[in-house]
């Protein structure tokens, strides 16, 4: 089982629609998590960071944490052509890093 | 502010080659890390440096690669002999520390080729 999983994609919404990415983590320890957006050929910009359970929000963008569960997600609401990217979860690990996903690509369609 | 700075953007060398990377990490950062992305394995850290010593080279493929950050502001990453299999996007990133609870910030990373 993979430290950090999210399904691959592509998660494909209409245009003003809501996104609704996933991520699930193993280690129950973790207490830090990121949400990156990576366009294509580009570097990974990170979006989100979320610390406690409960939601975050900050613009388009609500950020879920439920450590009992052991998931995160990122909403994404009126979702915009230009939000179509490839979206990293990543969890903080033992060793003090960070553990990335392989990412949910995300293609939002006029 | 500046942000993560890489060098070379794009790098195409001859297989057997030796090849080097570069990394100015944002002032004032304490720890930086090196990956490297590829289609198949995603993002993969390769090293990661606190306070220009090295932590963990755990995910350093092979002895063919090497990383050092003799100071606070430069890091390299090395690679001698290159392989194809090598060819893939390279980043470094850094953050404050403690580095498992900040987050991170990427260069635009250099895509390395080896023919």
């Known amino acids: 089982q993979k430290e950090v999983e999210q399904n691959s994609g592509p998660l494909s919404v209409p245009e003003g629609a809501i996104a609704s990415l996933n991520c699930t983590y193993s280690d129950r320890g973790s207490q830090s998590f990121f949400w990156y957006r990576q366009y294509s050929g580009k570097s990974p910009e990170l979006i989100m960071s979320i610390y406690s359970n409960g939601d975050k929000e900050d613009g388009r963008f609500t950020a879920q944490l439920n450590k009992a569960s052991q998931y995160v997600s990122l909403l994404i609401r009126d979702s915009q052509p230009s939000d179509s990217a490839t979206y990293l979860c990543?969890?903080?690990?033992?060793?003090?890093?960070?553990?990335f996903g392989g990412g949910t690509r995300l293609m939002v369609k006029p | 502010d500046a942000g993560v700075i890489q060098s070379p953007r794009h790098e195409v060398t001859e297989m057997g080659q030796e090849v080097t990377l570069r990394c100015k990490p944002i002032s004032g950062h304490n720890s930086l890390f090196w990956y490297r992305q590829t289609m198949m394995r995603g993002l993969e850290l390769l090293i990661y440096f606190n306070n220009n010593v090295p932590i963990d080279d755990s995910g350093m493929p092979e002895d063919r690669f090497s990383a050092k950050m003799p100071n606070a502001s430069f890091s390299t990453l090395k690679i001698q002999p290159s392989e194809p299999r090598d060819s893939a996007v390279y980043f470094c990133?850094?953050?404050?520390?403690?580095?498992?609870?900040?987050?991170?910030?990427f260069g635009d990373g250099t895509r390395l080729s080896i023919l």
């Open positions: 990133a850094s953050s404050l520390s403690p580095a498992g609870h900040q987050p991170q910030h």
């Open positions: 990543a969890v903080n690990n033992a060793g003090n890093m960070l553990t």
